[in-house]
C-alpha cells in the first residue's frame, strides 16, 4: 500500500500541500475535498498502461465544485498554492486514462457535482449543459419533457456530454452529430487565470443566440479546450437531432475482394450527397475486426492456412476467398428519416449499387418505425437510436469472462489511427499492424480482412488491439505498451496519425505530428505559456507541457 505522501505533487511539500486542502475545503465544504488511499481508489485508471508502477498516474486528491465559482475559486487555490489540476466530468474516460488524472500529482477536480441541465430547446434543436450531465440524465430529462429531440450517444451511456466531447468522443447515429465537439455550440470556461471566457457569440452581452451561431469575430478559440489543457469547462451547447420518424439498413455486399474501392466509393458519395445520413458500418463477412482476442469471436471463415506462410499476396487472398466463398467486404448502409423517403432513397441506392458494383448483393434489408417498440429495443443495438446504454459493457464482461480472463482486474487500451477513404490505404493499414505485431512479438491477429471503421464523417480509421493488461503482471503491461508505441510510430510512418490516446501514449501520439520542425505543438507550447502562465491546467495534455515541466 502506497503511503499517501508519497503522491505529492512535485515541487509542493507535506506542510504546502496540507494548506492547500484547508483551503479547497473552506471553498467547497470538506466533505467535497477527498484525500488519501482509499478515497482516491476511484480516480485510479482501471485500464492504466502503468498499473501499480512508479509511472502510474496517482492523484494527490480530489475537488468537487458545485458552481462556476467554486471552480474559480479551485483554480485561484491552486495557483496561491503551485498545485497541478485536471479536471474531469464524469471520468468515464475509460480505456483512454479514466478519472487518473494524465500527470501524476494533480489534484483532479471533479465536476460531476455540476449536473444542471441548463437549457434545452425543441425547435432551435440544442442542448446546453453542465459537465456533470450524462447521457442518461439529458435522454431522461428529454423523454419526461416528450421533445422531439435525440441525443448522440457513444457506448458508455454514464459518460458525460461535455467530457466525451472534450475528449473528441464520437457516436452512432447522423453523420453531422457523430463528431461530438463537431457539434458542439458554445462553451464557457474558467481559464487558468481564474477568470471566465464564453466563446462564440457567447461572448455578446446578452447573447440571444449563443447555441445558434458558434463563431464570434476573430480567430476561433474553442478548439483549445478539445483535447485541450488551455481551462476547465463548465457549460456546453451542443446541436441535437430532430427526432426521426424511421431507420433503414441495408448490408450491400460487394462479391470480390478487390471490389473494396468501388464500395468505398458509392459509400462516401452518398454519404457526402447527404443521401445516406447514419453511420456507415464497414465489415469483412465472416471476420471479427479483433480476430484473436475473443475467441470465443472467432471467424465462421478459418484464416490459418491463408496465413500461415505470413502476409498472403493478393492473387492468394482472392483465390483463397473465392474457394471459401468469402470473406467478402460488406457496408451496412443507415439512413433516418420519413419511411417514404427512406423507400425513395433505397430504390435509387439500390440501381446506383448494382450499375457500380457487378454482382454485388443486398442483405438483412430493414425498414424500422420509431420510436422503437419495447420488443425492438430489446433485440436493437441501442446507440444507433440515440438511446444511452451499457449494453456494450454487459456484452464485452460476458465475453471476457467466458474467454480470456483470469481475474476481473483486467484492461486494454485499443489502438486507432485515421486513415483516408481509399481501400489502398485500409491495405496499407492492415499490412502496417501485422509487421508491427510481428516486429515486438505480439500475436498475430491482423489478417487483409480486418475492416476499417467509418466514424468521422469523410474518413475511417484503423483500430488494432494492444495486448491486454493484467494487474499483476507489470512485463506484460510493458509489452502493451511497447506494441501500442510500435503502432504509433509505424502507422505514423505510412501517414496515418493516432486519433485519440490514452495519457501515457498522449506525448508519443503528438510528436508523430511533428511536421514543419513540430511547429504545430511548439505553437501550443507558446500558447499554452501564454495562457497558462503557471502551467497548472492538465500539463503535458497531449503532449502540451507548459514551459516549467519542459524538456
Ligand atoms: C468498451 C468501450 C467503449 C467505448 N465507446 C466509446 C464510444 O462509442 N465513443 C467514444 O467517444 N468513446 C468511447 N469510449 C471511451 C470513453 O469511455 C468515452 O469517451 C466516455 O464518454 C468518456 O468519459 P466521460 O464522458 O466521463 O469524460 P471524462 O472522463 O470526464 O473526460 C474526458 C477527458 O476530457 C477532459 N475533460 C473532461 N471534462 C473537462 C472539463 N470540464 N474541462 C476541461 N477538460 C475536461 C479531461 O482531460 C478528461 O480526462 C469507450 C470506452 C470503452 C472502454
Keep these: 500500500v502506497r503511503a499517501p505522501a508519497a503522491i505529492l505533487p512535485a515541487g509542493v511539500s507535506g506542510a504546502r500541500f496540507e494548506a492547500a486542502i484547508q483551503a479547497f475545503r473552506a471553498a ?5 475535498v477527498l484525500t488519501g488511499d482509499a478515497a482516491l481508489q476511484g480516480y485510479r485508471d482501471p485500464h492504466s498502461l502503468n498499473w501499480n508502477e512508479a509511472a502510474e498516474y496517482l492523484a494527490s486528491a480530489a475537488v468537487l465544485p458545485a458552481s462556476v465559482e467554486e471552480v474559480q ?44 441541465i441548463l437549457e434545452v430547446d425543441e425547435g432551435r434543436a440544442f442542448a446546453l449543459v ?29 459518460g458525460s456530454l461535455v467530457g466525451n466531447a472534450l475528449d473528441r468522443g464520437v457516436g452512432y447515429t447522423g453523420s453531422s452529430f457523430r463528431d461530438h465537439f463537431g457539434a458542439h455550440c458554445g462553451l464557457e470556461a474558467v481559464l487558468p487565470t481564474g477568470e471566465i471566457v464564453r466563446t462564440g457569440t457567447g461572448a455578446l452581452p446578452g447573447a440571444a443566440s449563443w447555441q445558434d451561431f458558434p463563431y464570434a469575430p476573430g480567430p476561433a478559440v474553442e478548439g483549445l479546450f478539445c483535447q485541450g489543457n488551455f481551462g476547465i469547462v463548465t457549460k456546453m451547447g451542443f446541436r441535437l437531432m430532430p427526432a426521426p420518424e424511421a431507420w433503414f439498413s441495408v448490408g450491400v455486399q460487394a462479391p470480390n475482394y478487390t471490389d473494396l474501392q468501388r464500395l468505398i466509393d458509392q459509400v462516401s458519395f452518398l454519404e457526402d450527397a447527404g443521401i445516406v445520413n447514419g453511420r456507415p458500418l464497414y465489415h469483412c463477412t465472416g471476420v471479427h475486426p479483433f480476430e484473436g482476442r475473443f475467441p470465443s469471436a472467432a471467424p465462421r471463415i478459418p484464416l490459418e492456412e491463408l496465413m500461415a506462410d505470413g502476409w498472403p499476396s493478393l492473387e492468394r487472398i482472392v483465390t483463397y476467398s473465392r474457394r471459401h466463398g468469402g470473406p467478402s467486404w460488406r457496408c451496412d448502409l443507415q439512413i433516418y428519416g420519413p419511411p417514404e423517403v427512406l423507400e425513395a432513397k433505397w430504390a435509387w441506392i439500390r440501381e446506383r449499387m448494382i450499375a457500380a458494383i ?50 476481473p482486474n483486467q484492461g486494454f487500451s485499443d489502438f486507432m489511427a485515421v486513415l483516408p477513404r481509399t481501400a489502398a490505404a485500409v491495405h496499407r493499414a492492415q499490412r ?3 509487421e508491427t505485431q510481428k516486429e515486438v512479438g505480439a500475436p ?33 503491461n510493458a509489452r502493451g ?22 495519457p501515457a501514449m498522449q506525448d508519443l501520439a503528438a510528436a508523430q505530428y511533428g511536421w514543419g520542425d ?33 524538456t
Design 481 to 502: 505498451r511497447k506494441l501500442y508505441a510500435a503502432y504509433a510510430r509505424n502507422m505514423a510512418a505510412a501517414g496515418f496519425g493516432v486519433y485519440r490516446a490514452p
Design 28 to 32: 467547497v465544504g470538506a466533505a467535497n
Design 130 to 158: 453542465e459537465p456533470g450531465v450524462t447521457y442518461f440524465d439529458l435522454y431522461n430529462h428529454i423523454q419526461a419533457r416528450g421533445l422531439k429531440l435525440w441525443l448522440d450517444v457513444p457506448d458508455p451511456g454514464q
Design 518 to 550: 513540430r511547429a504545430l505543438l511548439r505553437f501550443q507550447q507558446r500558447l499554452k505559456d501564454a495562457a497558462d502562465p503557471h502551467g497548472l491546467v492538465a500539463p503535458g495534455r497531449y503532449g502540451v507541457w507548459p514551459r516549467r515541466l519542459r
Design 73 to 116: 475559486a479551485v483554480v485561484r487555490i491552486a495557483i496561491r498554492y503551485g498545485l497541478p489540476l485536471y479536471p474531469i466530468s464524469t471520468g468515464r474516460n475509460l480505456a483512454l486514462g479514466g478519472a487518473a488524472p494524465g500527470y501524476r500529482g494533480s489534484v483532479v477536480v471533479d465536476l460531476k457535482r455540476m449536473n444542471r
Design 432 to 434: 502496417v499492424i501485422y
Design 358 to 407: 457487378p454482382r454485388c448483393d443486398f442483405q438483412d434489408v430493414q425498414l424500422v418505425k420509431l420510436p422503437l417498440t419495447a420488443e425492438e429495443a430489446k433485440r436493437r443495438k441501442l446507440v444507433t437510436f440515440g438511446v444511452p446504454n451499457t449494453q456494450l459493457f454487459d456484452r464485452t464482461a460476458a465475453q471476457v469472462a467466458a474467454d480470456e480472463v483470469r481475474s
Design 444 to 476: 498475430l491477429v491482423a489478417t487483409p480482412f480486418n475492416a476499417p471503421t467509418a466514424w468521422f464523417h469523410r474518413s475511417l480509421m484503423m483500430g488494432a488491439p494492444t495486448v491486454a493488461l493484467f494487474r499483476g503482471a507489470p512485463d506484460q
